[in-house]
């Protein structure tokens, strides 16, 4: 005989499980009192938001399927931002919440929420669990989901008496994974493949436009080798940073809005664009008729939806990345020629580098910089949302996959503390260090509790600019300077750090930042940075919303 | 924009139909009809779903209904030859006299049944294509339609192909 709890906990050692991140309540007690006894290592955050963003923060850093774990309803509500952010950016978690007793669903009970219905929209598949004999197959098939075809999270709720009832047996967890509707396509069309490769052939002024799913697949020594042999320019998403190393030469950094200049010149005046592991984000896209308006375009997904969906696509691809960019490969010979594109490249980047004022005033570009030099690329870099994370997505130098996590589709305050928390976990050899706006870092400040309490040793470096600093830019340039509600008061984060028996230091000058940054790392546990910088700096270039990606404002250009 | 008539075969659980729904509201597709029952596979559900949508968007529909890991198939068979019916049920006031004798003749032009009469109404039982149902309910509203339910269209190919599974 095994309870349910007993049943859910062998479910998650038999995934592999080794950390889950939560908060528990009265639901979810057969649950926590069945942790008590496991080898789970439980990390208790101070807030179920965190749950979702650390459980978010170990998949991205990981590769694997991250865990979290609240009780009814506030609890299970609280995930829901968390959960929209890895839906938005396909990464795989398995969200776990606490149900009121099955014979109370639906009866308006205390901390009742129906969260399979308030999920639905957010999550790639949920469970609500009626009986206890369907919770180790549901266990199981929520795991394979979360992982497999496009990355996603799920969500299984779980009534407290279906954790209680005992059922006989000893096995519970089905070796077989029975789901008729879904099966993801990896391999890509051979048609289609040779389809590409033919037209890449043909192509003069190629480039590639490679997003998440390089990384997700792990797919970047494919994609560097894919670049080198066909002498094709490369430029990523904002989630595609780290699939090849910032200082490849065919490497144009970011493009789109805050994208680099030479990147979206060479996306407008492409002949081919070859679109890999993308969704033509409109945050890419800008204007989306006059984005790579007379290229080919040719689109490998493993989501089929993605595909045409913003864009018409000439030669569309549905599989993995990785196995795509194999079969191609496979196929491709070495390409000569295209000389006049590259150097016409090579002269963009020469001509339009990204900038900034240097001046010895304390400018987030140059502590961005430093830190950059100072880990060599290496590292985990996490952000929050706003100018923090696009001058770190311009100015940290990625070498790697899986060495910058931010939300880049939902956009969520608040989401890189707690996510450096979860990469921390899953990485703990790895220095982690949490880049944040002042505005930010105060959506999810109490997690200093969870750090203090587990000593992980998660740096945090606040740019801090007494501003919703980007609201603050579209302010600027867009409203008039109206600066409507968007200016914060100054807060002593060292003095808060302190009060949870966490070390800080607060700089204001540019000669203190390297040193700043070293004591930091050199710490032995959590470390808060509260560097005061310039208070109107901007994040450029920028394309306008709406325009098209050539046409930006705060370059060499604009 | 034309109508598409999706056959959709999903798996018969608990929520199903509120993801399909809900899949529509947000992407902010326009279901003009939908119906479901069980079929002829145990364990599954066969839904006939009506849209008007223009060709790029009845791609996305049935790429994002695919999506969904409940839903076993999905097939437009708008251009394939089909057997589509529609039920509907009409409450239309008919006074004993003429006005009876003119809705109960127009029920048998249309080949509906009328399965109820009181005293000043009779409900009758059509089926048929849309546009039947269309016809007779143009027809009956100078009498008056009391209530008037239509099931929505399901639909079924002609001859031996089927909308099976097999995504």
Redesign the interface.
């Given at each position: 005989m095994k309870t349910g709890a007993k049943i859910l906990i062998e479910g998650l050692q038999r995934e592999g499980v080794e950390t889950l991140f939560g908060y528990p309540g009265g639901s979810v007690l057969p649950i926590y009192d069945e942790l008590y006894d496991s080898s789970l290592r439980h990390i208790l955050v101070r807030h179920e938001q965190a749950a979702a963003h650390a459980a978010d923060g170990y998949a991205r850093a990981s590769g694997r399927v991250g865990v979290c774990l609240a009780t009814s309803g506030p609890g299970a509500c609280n995930l829901v931002t968390g959960i929209a952010t890895a839906y938005m950016d396909s990464v795989p978690i398995v969200a776990l919440t606490g149900q009121v007793p099955t014979l109370l669903l639906g009866n308006d009970a205390f901390q009742e929420s129906d969260i399979?219905?308030i999920t639905?929209?957010i999550t790639?598949?949920n469970y609500?669990v009626?009986e206890t004999k369907d919770l180790g197959r549901i266990v199981r098939e929520a795991f394979y989901?979360a992982r497999t075809g496009r990355p996603g999270p799920v969500l299984i709720d779980l009534p407290k008496d279906v954790c209680t009832n005992q059922i006989p047996g000893e096995n519970h967890l089905p070796d077989h994974i029975s789901?008729?509707?879904?099966?993801p396509t990896y391999k890509g069309h051979v048609r289609q493949i040779e389809k590409a490769l033919e037209a890449l052939e043909r192509a003069e002024r190629p480039v590639i436009y490679a997003g998440g799913g390089i990384i997700a697949s792990g797919a970047s020594t494919e994609l560097v080798e894919f670049a080198e042999r066909g002498l094709l320019p490369v430029t990523t998403t904002l989630m595609g940073l780290g699939a090849i190393p910032a200082d490849h030469p065919l490497n144009l950094g970011m493009l789109g809005m805050h994208g680099t200049e030479y990147a979206n010149y060479a996306v407008t005046e492409c002949d081919l664009l070859f679109a890999i592991g993308v969704r033509f984000d409109d945050r890419v896209t800008g204007k989306i008729q006059t984005f790579a308006p007379n290229a080919t375009i040719v689109h490998a997904d493993i989501?089929?939806?993605e595909i045409?969906?913003n864009k018409k696509v000439d030669v569309p691809i549905v599989g993995d990345a990785k196995a795509i960019l194999q079969a191609m490969l496979h196929r491709m010979n070495r390409r000569d020629g295209r000389e006049s594109w590259l150097e016409k490249v090579r002269v963009w980047k020469e001509k339009h580098p990204l900038r900034y004022r240097c001046d010895g005033r304390l400018r987030p570009q140059y502590i961005i910089q430093e830190l950059s030099n100072i880990l060599n690329g290496e590292g985990i870099i996490v952000s929050e949302v706003g100018q923090n994370q696009m001058w770190t997505a311009q100015w940290y130098r990625f070498k790697k996959p899986r060495s910058w996590l931010t939300s880049g589709g939902l956009g969520t305050m608040g989401y890189g503390f707690p996510a450096a928390i979860g990469a921390q976990c899953a990485r703990p050899d790895e220095t982690v260090f949490d880049i944040a706006g002042d505005g930010s870092f105060q959506m999810n400040i109490q997690e200093l509790g969870t750090v203090a309490q587990t000593g992980l040793p998660v740096k945090v470096a606040i740019l801090n600019n007494m501003y919703l600093g980007m609201v603050r830019q579209w302010q600027e340039l867009f409203y008039d300077r109206r600066y409507s509600y968007t200016e914060l008061p100054p807060v002593d984060f060292v003095r808060i750090a302190s009060a949870y028996g966490i070390d800080g230091m607060r700089v204001d000058a540019a000669e203190d930042v390297r040193q700043a940054l070293r004591a930091a790392i050199d710490a032995d546990g959590p470390f808060i940075l509260d560097f005061r910088i310039e208070r109107e700096e901007n994040v450029f270039p920028m394309v306008p919303a709406g325009a098209a990606i050539n046409e930006m404002i705060g370059g060499h250009s604009g | 924009m034309k109508a598409h008539t999706l056959s959709v075969l999903?798996?018969n659980r608990?929520?199903v139909l509120?993801?399909v729904a809900?899949l529509f509201s947000?992407r902010g597709f326009n279901i003009e009809s939908l119906a479901v029952g069980t079929c002829e596979e145990p364990g599954s559900s066969r839904m006939t779903i009506v849209v008007e949508s223009d060709d790029?968007q009845i791609?996305?529909v049935q790429?994002?209904l695919?999506?969904?890991?409940?839903?076993?198939?999905v097939s437009d068979i708008t251009e394939n030859e089909i057997v589509e019916r529609e039920l509907a049920l009409i409450k239309v006031n008919a006074e004993p006299g003429s006005s009876r004798a003119e809705v109960m003749q127009i029920a048998s032009i249309f080949r509906a049944q009328i399965v109820d009469v009181g005293s000043k109404t009779v409900v009758l039982e059509a089926t048929g294509d849309t546009n039947k149902i269309n016809a007779l309910e143009k027809l009956l509203r100078q009498y008056g339609i009391k209530e008037l339910v239509r099931t929505g269209k399901i639909a079924v190919l002609r001859g031996s192909k089927t909308v099976q599974?097999s995504?």
């Open positions: 399979t219905g639905t929209p790639k598949h609500l009626k989901i789901l008729p509707g879904y099966r989501d089929p939806a045409g969906k | 999903v798996e608990a929520g509120s993801r809900g947000r790029s791609e996305q790429k994002q695919n999506k969904l890991i409940d839903v076993i198939k599974s995504k």
